[in-house]
């Protein structure tokens, strides 16, 4: 996979909480010199990144209830319409862990449901935080976010107690199938980490990592003299 296609499969990712907004500038111009699928920040930078990236191809991706997901249903809700209404074109919502582990399955998938439809028509990414979740569970949030017409499942924050693997890329994406997209998100660093991630299903890549990963991607002038090569010399 060359630097270009990879580039426009990865969410360029700050989200720490005491980035700035010298930081947040830098994020959406690397995001833009690379060409970066989206960046993923905090609810509150999107106004500020929606300017910044205005007129390019690089999308604003807010997350919503991060990392915890320990929110109500309502505030997931309003955080959602208010990220929308400021310029986000894509939402990255964390489930009620803890609702899930309860036994309360229905409120997750309404809650999901909820958040789908506040999106009016971005596409929402469901953060599972499967490091917390059983394979049945992890197998059940899929199910629940195919159901209320989410566009992806999502590993991991990457500030849980562990971020995204391959079996569980491929777990996802053997229960949503192509219906829906795979993120894989939590941990990946260097352009094999990205490759096994994509290997085993995954559609988009979560990172803070980009330009580093992109740094040992092939790059599109090379792939294509060697086309031009194989097609002056016949094939051979």
């Known amino acids: 996979m060359n630097r270009l296609s990879l580039a426009r499969m990865i969410d360029y990712t700050l989200l720490r909480a005491h980035a700035s907004e010298a930081d947040i500038r830098k994020l959406c111009e690397e ?4 060409g970066f699928r989206a960046v993923s920040i905090n609810p509150v930078w999107t106004p500020f990144c929606a300017k910044a990236l205005s007129g390019g191809t690089v999308a604003v991706d807010a997350c919503v209830s991060f990392p915890l997901g320990a929110a109500t249903a309502r505030m997931k809700i309003e955080e959602t319409r208010d990220a929308v209404q400021n310029g986000a074109a894509e939402i990255d919502m964390v489930i009620n862990v803890g609702a899930l582990k309860s036994g309360y399955a229905q409120y997750v998938e309404k809650e999901i449901a909820a958040v789908v439809k506040a999106a009016r028509g971005c596409p929402v ?4 935080e499967t490091s917390y979740l059983s ?9 629940m976010s195919l159901r209320a017409g989410a566009a992806f499942v999502k590993t991991a924050t990457g500030f849980g107690d562990g971020g995204a693997t391959v079996e569980d890329v491929r777990l996802m994406k053997q229960v949503v199938g192509d219906n829906m997209g795979v993120k894989a998100a939590g941990g990946i ?4 980490d ?3 991630f994509i290997e085993a299903g995954a559609t988009r890549i979560g990172t803070s990592a980009g330009i580093a990963i992109l740094g040992d991607a092939p790059e599109q002038e090379e792939e294509t003299k060697e086309n031009d090569a194989h097609d002056t010399h016949g094939g051979r």
């Not at 990414?125 to 599972?128: Q, R």
Request: overall charge neutral.
């Open 31 to 34: 995001a833009l010199s690379y």
């Open 125 to 128: 990414k469901v953060i599972l």
């Open 135 to 143: 394979d049945d569970e992890k197998v059940a949030v899929c199910e």
């Open 189 to 192: 660093r260097t352009y094999s």
């Open 194 to 196: 990205a490759m096994r």
